[in-house]
T-cell receptor
Framework: GNSVTQMEGPVTLSEEAFLTINCTYT??????LFWYVQYPGEGLQLLLK?????DKGSNKGFEATYRKETTSFHLEKGSVQVSDSAVYFC?????????????FGKGTKLSVIP | DAEITQSPRHKITETGRQVTLACHQT?????MFWYRQDLGHGLRLIHY???????NKGEVSDGYSVSRSNTEDLPLTLESAASSQTSVYFC????????????FGPGTRLTVT
């Protein structure tokens, strides 16, 4: 079946530090890949996505590259801010008959301290 | 602005009671979803709907039901609440299934005592 594995959290960083959150996936077929972010007390929001191999998704200083050879979609940001404190979810979606299903990882909580 | 709302935001109920969680979206999206979020599990799909009068079971549908009588609303009913259903519930909608972009509501925290 399809699955997403994220690095265990929580992750605590100082402001302006470099962020990497690892995400690997298993899928039958060729998935689209996503990062969603959940700020405290809110629902999830789409942060970025990539739909094919070697695509790079980017938004708000965050980036992730779809690596088919390593089945990975790691999230990176060069300089985190306190306002980036949130839970980050990696997810995949298949096209075709299974496309209703958005499979999420378990989430990684990020805390950024001043 | 279009939005998706959920009510109530917090609910405490007793084991065995019927509970209905409301979800209302003004995006005019055909596709709507209910997820539950539990520590260590991420989000799991309960039910989904492609349009009016259409409903489908997700991976954790036991003990839950939905109905879709109009485009805007997809209420989630717990027929007989159990402590295992204590969770945070999120409703979501999407314009297209392909592409994976979902618009999520703010969530309902349900406690079953």
């Amino acid at each position: 079946g399809n699955s997403v594995t994220q690095m265990e959290g929580p992750v605590t960083l100082s402001e302006e530090a470099f962020l990497t959150i690892n995400c690997t996936y298993t899928a039958t077929g060729y998935p689209s890949l996503f990062w969603y972010v959940q700020y405290p007390g809110e629902g999830l929001q789409l942060l970025l996505k990539a739909t094919k191999a070697d695509d790079k998704g980017s938004n708000k200083g965050f980036e992730a590259t779809y690596r088919k050879e390593t089945t990975s979609f790691h999230l990176e940001k060069g300089s985190v801010q306190v306002s980036d404190s949130a839970v980050y979810f990696c997810a995949l979606s298949l096209t075709g008959a299974g496309s209703y299903q958005l499979t999420f990882g378990k989430g990684t909580k990020l805390s950024v301290i001043p | 602005d279009a939005e998706i709302t959920q009510s109530p935001r917090h609910k405490i109920t007793e084991t065995g009671r019927q509970v209905t969680l409301a979800c209302h979206q003004t995006w005019n999206h055909n596709n709507m979803f209910w997820y539950r979020q539990d520590l260590g599990h991420g989000l799991r799909l309960i039910h989904y709907s492609y349009g009016v009068q259409d409903t489908n079971k997700g991976e954790v549908s036991d003990g839950y039901s939905v109905s879709r009588s109009n485009t805007e609303d997809l209420p989630l009913t717990l027929e007989s609440a159990a402590s295992s259903q204590t969770s945070v519930y999120f409703c979501a909608s999407s314009e297209s299934l392909a592409g994976g972009k979902r618009y999520f509501g703010p969530g309902t925290r349900l406690t079953v005592t």
